[in-house]
Structures are given as structure tokens and as C-alpha cells.
């Protein structure tokens, strides 16, 4: 893949270079995308752990990923997770949502949970029931808009942080299952005693 973005920055300025550009960087996502799916599914990840303050370090990185972005802090908390990969998982998070739902998008920090929040239709009743796959949007078009790699990355890094990855839909209060999602909302729990640098991990209820 370097080669071929090597090469294709080599080709004259104009469209068609843009294009063939545009699809090399896109494979490249891809491939690395399923590489770290790869290394997730081996179960040889740790993680490398620090002291943070949750509410700080989550406002600071979504003001410099996407400044219109909603987030609020109700209650802060000083966590001890790897910065790395819980970033990996905000920013899949909010990827997800800016692909698949609509604004306004929000972030809430409460103690050791975060919430991403959109507006739009909701998760698909599949990811509902049986959690994120690969390679499975939920699009009902064969072009789609993704390979269903974000969320299930970020669910395999939330394991790696000891923490709990839940979808749900929002819908009015006290109508029925067949009504309109009003959007959908992802949670991040992040563990009272995070995994340590050897691999165990706390036992999730």
C-alpha cells in the first residue's frame, strides 16, 4: 500500500491523480482497519495505562477532532485507562455517528461513562441485538457507507480497557417499539479497576 500511494503522488496533477489518490489512502484504512481487527481477535493487546482526568482529556480531544461537537461534563472523575485506545474508541464513536446519523452530536461525561449521542435514525435492530460485526452496516444499498470496521474496532479496544460498549436507540417516552428512533446513543463504561499491563481484567456484571 505505501508503494502504491508512493507511486500514485508520482502521477500529474488533475482529477483522475486525485481519484486513483483518494481510493489507494482508502485501501490503506481498510487494510490497517482489518489488521487491527486481526490483532484484537488474538487477544495479545494490552494495555499501556495512565491517570486521567476522563471529562478534560475527552472535552480537549473532541474540541480538536470536531470543534462542533457537543460536550458536556456532569460529574468529572480521574480514571486509569490507556489514553491511546480510548481515543481510538471516541473518535470511532463519533465517526459512526457524523457517517450514519445527524446533528447535533453530543458527548456527555458522567463519572466513569461516556455517551455519544446523535439525532438521526438509530442503529440498526441487527447491531441492537447481536452487537457490532464486520463487514455488516445495516445498509439496506449494496454500495453502503462503510465496512461495519469502526464499531467493531472500538468494541474490541473497549474490552482491552476492561470497559463495557453498549448501543441503544432513543425514542419518546412511552411509545412503542415501532416508532421512529430519535437517535442513537453509544456507552462507554470504563472500569472502577482498569486491566493491568499483564493482561487480566476486572469481571464485568
Same mark, same amino acid.
Given at each position: ?25 482508502a485501501m490503506?484504512?481498510l ?10 481477535d488474538?487477544a ?16 480537549r ?16 472523575s480521574?480514571? +486509569?485507562?490507556d489514553?491511546? %485506545?480510548?481515543? @481510538?474508541?471516541?473518535?470511532?464513536? &463519533? =465517526?459512526n *455517528? #457524523? ?14 461513562v461516556?455517551r455519544?449521542?446523535?439525532h ?16 455488516? +452496516?445495516?445498509?439496506?444499498? %449494496?454500495?453502503g @457507507?462503510?465496512?461495519?470496521l469502526? &464499531? =467493531?474496532? *472500538? #468494541? ?11 448501543f441503544?436507540?432513543?425514542r419518546p ?13 453509544a456507552?462507554l ?17
Amino acid at each position: 500500500m505505501t508503494g502504491l500511494l508512493t507511486a500514485a503522488e508520482l502521477l500529474p496533477p488533475g482529477r483522475p491523480t486525485e481519484l486513483v489518490l483518494d481510493r489507494a489512502k482508502a485501501m490503506r484504512t481498510l487494510v490497517e482497519d482489518v489488521l487491527e481487527v486481526a490483532r484484537l481477535d488474538s487477544a495479545s493487546e494490552r494495555a499501556e495505562l495512565q491517570d486521567i482526568l476522563l471529562g478534560e482529556f475527552v472535552a480537549r480531544r473532541v474540541a480538536a477532532k470536531d470543534p462542533d461537537v457537543t460536550v458536556q461534563v456532569v460529574h468529572e472523575s480521574e480514571v +486509569t485507562t490507556d489514553p491511546r %485506545r480510548l481515543e @481510538r474508541v471516541l473518535f470511532n464513536l &463519533l =465517526t459512526n *455517528a #457524523a457517517r450514519h446519523g445527524k446533528p447535533p452530536f453530543e458527548v456527555t461525561v458522567e463519572g466513569r461513562v461516556i455517551r455519544v449521542r446523535d439525532h438521526g435514525p438509530g442503529f440498526p435492530e441487527a447491531l441492537l441485538a447481536e452487537g457490532p460485526s464486520r463487514f455488516r +452496516t445495516g445498509s439496506a444499498d %449494496r454500495a453502503g @457507507r462503510g465496512h461495519g470496521l469502526g &464499531l =467493531t474496532i *472500538a #468494541a474490541g479496544q473497549a474490552r482491552v480497557l476492561g470497559a463495557r460498549l453498549t448501543f441503544r436507540n432513543v425514542r419518546p417516552a412511552g411509545a412503542p417499539e415501532g416508532v421512529p428512533a430519535e437517535g442513537a446513543v453509544a456507552v462507554l463504561w470504563l472500569p472502577e479497576h482498569a486491566p493491568t499491563n499483564t493482561g487480566s481484567y476486572p469481571v464485568l456484571a
